[in-house]
């Protein structure tokens, strides 16, 4: 199991807004940053938020990350079918010392 | 621009041991660490640990101390990740990223190397 849930799947039609959550603990979420990867079919992670809300060059502000206390979410306006990945939330953990991961969340556009 | 290049895929045997290879190019190698990141089939991520470049300093995930070693050669610009006594569910995808520390993103990932274990 991850240290970090996060729903198997979610969907939606192009145009809508969707979002994911991400809940940890008071070890992870609660007290450090949330950064957000996009994973592509077939491809490697890419950055798509860091440090909570901050976007990347490149990223479409269509992609917006939020946090409040120990749990954090991904919203995605406009939804297009391009849009359909893997999306996986991480944070540092000070009781593991370490990085982790949810078990990230899969995208359907219908 | 910045590009991680792997080492190819990897077909090993209980027991065995594997190195992979992650080439940087398109920055100052020294000034960022390495980290490495891996996702078994259908999984999720799992951080496995992280290198300092600039003097070397590692941080292995607890439960794979012991049998992980991340070292660098800063003339090639290549990290390098080596796991010894391989299981069957070690069979993953096995990233490197530019990052590590408690305060750096993963900003840019390699490819990824498909490690087989299996007898």
């Known amino acids: 199991q991850s240290v970090l849930t996060q729903p198997p799947s979610a969907s939606g039609t192009p145009g809508q807004r969707v979002t994911i959550s991400c809940s940890g603990s008071?070890?992870?979420?609660?007290?450090?940053?949330v950064y957000w990867y996009q994973q592509l079919p077939g491809t490697a992670p890419k950055l798509l938020i860091y440090?909570?809300?901050q976007r990347p060059s490149g990223v479409p502000d269509r992609f917006s990350g939020s946090k409040s206390g120990t749990s954090a979410s991904l919203a995605i306006s406009g939804l297009r079918s391009e849009d359909e990945a893997d999306y996986h939330c991480?944070?540092?953990?000070?009781?593991?010392?370490?990085?982790?991961f949810g078990g990230g969340t899969k995208l359907t556009v219908l | 621009q910045v590009q991680l290049v792997q080492s190819g895929a990897e077909v090993k045997k209980p027991g065995a041991s594997v190195k992979v290879s992650c080439k940087a190019s398109?920055?100052?190698?020294?000034?960022?660490?390495i980290s490495w990141v891996r996702q078994a089939p259908g999984q999720g991520l799992e951080w496995m640990g992280w290198i300092s470049v600039y003097n070397d300093n590692t941080d292995y995930a607890q439960k794979l101390q012991g049998r992980v070693t991340m070292t660098t050669d800063t003339s090639t610009s290549t990290a390098y990740m080596e796991l010894r006594s391989l299981r069957s569910d070690d069979t993953a995808v096995y990233y490197c990223a530019r990052g590590g520390g408690q305060l750096h993103e993963f900003d840019y990932w390699g490819q990824g190397t498909l490690v087989t274990v299996s007898s």
């Open positions: 008071s070890s992870n979420i609660g007290s450090n940053y």
């Open positions: 398109g920055y100052t190698f020294t000034n960022y660490d």
């Open positions: 991480a944070a540092w953990d000070d009781s593991l010392t370490g990085w982790v």
């Open positions: 440090r909570n809300n």
